[in-house]
């Protein structure tokens, strides 16, 4: 790998870059620079640019895809991820990196905005970047301990052999507590104690200073807890990382970099008119198929009206499909932010962690309040989740239970402390 210039992309257009040049094996070759865009292009001149940007705005997964790549492969992100996306997939933009030796394939999902934004802003400043990576997904993986990387108030988490996470809560106690790092001294005193983990915390001397007294006082919380101080900034550390590193490139799709080596078109001229004549022999093969699939898609077309008419059959049914998402659409606009539903899975989880005979039998979701059909072995057994999911600083109320031949089957919600419980 050539000498690369690592430009690191700040939280806001209002705060500086900060870039660094490294040499084929990802050591410094200069020393740290920070400054304007702007400023950038005279330095990077002759080199090839990586942008890292603020991981807190991306989404890394790790789902089981089926086999294939290209198009194909990405039609299948959506479906294998639709638990963890809140937001329309077509605002949604997702990168693909390797697929791992499990048959996981590695992805990578951000706001069309946000890529926009953060590629109009190099655009603007005359840069050219050659890849794109989320900042924390060159943290090293460290077999024997969890990684962690703290920066003002953001904590990223990374175990052996698993993806990089982030964390936006302060103080550190209560990240870690959130990350699963360290055990919750609030935790229900029957659940199953959580065994001290081997950790090495990465952080710059002024963090250091910030957060010395608190993370010395939770030392004993650790089987081992080992500091390394980052000197120069985190810019450093990650670019070591930058050659074996399997971070996904965002620059993808309608995000892809031109293909510099274009002007060579000449020498893959005859190759690319067999490849045009095979792909002609191809379509003409298809030709049978598509007019089978026209068949079928009317058919569908059909049922779909049918369908439509059933659901809402007030409305005239003109484009079924796009009037269907119109009313999906409206229905997201007055939910609430995925934070809550996010919060409230999270505290309904722990709460139900150390519950025996205890199942959700059904749960729905609508504005800010997770309403759930419970059965348990008994009311006190109620009683603990609505405690525990208390100690998350969310409401639970149960609303009514009803005795059942396997204990009790009871009506309960959970929403923020501030929101009015729904009948």
Same mark, same amino acid.
């Given at each position: 790998m050539p000498s690369t210039l690592i430009l690191r992309l700040p939280d806001s257009a209002q705060h500086d870059a900060e870039w660094l040049v490294v040499d084929e094996t990802g050591m410094p070759a200069g020393s740290r620079q920070s400054g304007t865009l702007a400023s950038v292009q005279a330095a990077a001149r002759g080199l090839r640019i990586v942008a890292l940007v603020p991981a807190t705005q991306i989404l890394l997964a790790e789902p089981e895809l089926p086999p294939g790549s290209g198009t194909k492969l990405l039609r299948a992100v959506p479906f294998a991820l639709e638990e963890q996306l809140t937001e329309d997939i077509d605002q949604l933009h997702f990168a693909i990196g390797r697929r791992k030796a499990g048959g996981a394939v590695a992805v990578a999902v951000v706001a069309r905005t946000v890529m926009q934004a953060w590629t109009g802003r190099l655009s603007e400043a005359g840069i050219t970047a050659a890849a794109m990576y989320a900042d924390m997904a060159l943290m090293p993986d460290n077999p024997g301990h969890t990684v962690l990387w703290l920066e003002a108030d953001r904590l990223a988490v990374r175990r052996p052999g698993g993806l990089p996470c982030m964390i936006e809560i302060a103080p550190v106690t209560e990240a870690l507590v959130f990350g699963g790092v360290i055990a919750d001294p609030a935790a229900d005193a029957e659940a199953e104690p959580k065994a001290p983990e081997n950790a090495l915390l990465y952080l710059t001397r002024e963090d250091w200073t910030r957060v010395q007294a608190e993370v010395e006082g939770l030392m004993e919380r650790f089987e081992s807890l080992r500091i390394q101080l980052l000197p120069?900034?985190?810019?450093?550390? #990650?670019?070591?990382?930058? /050659?074996?590193?399997?971070?996904?490139? %965002?620059?993808?799709?309608?995000?892809? *970099?031109?293909?510099?080596y274009a002007g060579q078109w000449r020498r893959w001229?005859?190759?690319?008119?067999?490849?045009?004549?095979?792909?002609?022999?191809?379509?003409?093969?298809?030709? #049978?198929?598509?007019?089978? /699939?026209?068949?079928?898609?009317?058919? %569908?077309?059909?049922?779909?009206?049918? *369908?439509f008419s059933a659901t809402m059959p007030a409305e005239a049914p003109q484009n079924p499909r796009r009037q269907m998402q119109s009313r999906l659409d409206r229905i997201r606009k007055a939910s609430a932010g995925p934070q809550y539903f996010l919060h409230g899975i999270q505290a309904l989880s722990a709460g139900m962690a150390g519950l025996q005979q205890t199942s959700i039998d059904a749960l729905s979701f609508r504005e800010q309040t997770l309403d759930m059909k419970i059965t348990a072995a008994n009311v006190e057994t109620l009683s603990k989740l609505s405690q525990a999911v208390a100690r998350q600083g969310l409401a639970c109320d149960i609303q009514s239970s009803t005795p059942v031949p396997t204990g009790v089957e009871a009506h309960m919600q959970i929403r923020a402390a501030a929101a009015g419980a729904k009948r």
């Open positions: 120069d900034g985190p810019l450093p550390w #990650l670019g070591r990382e930058l /050659a074996s590193a399997d971070a996904v490139n %965002l620059l993808q799709g309608d995000f892809a *970099v031109a293909d510099e001229r005859t190759a690319a008119v067999l490849a045009g004549v095979l792909l002609g022999t191809h379509v003409a093969a298809q030709a #049978l198929q598509i007019r089978q /699939a026209n068949k079928e898609t009317a058919a %569908l077309d059909a049922e779909i009206a049918q *369908v």
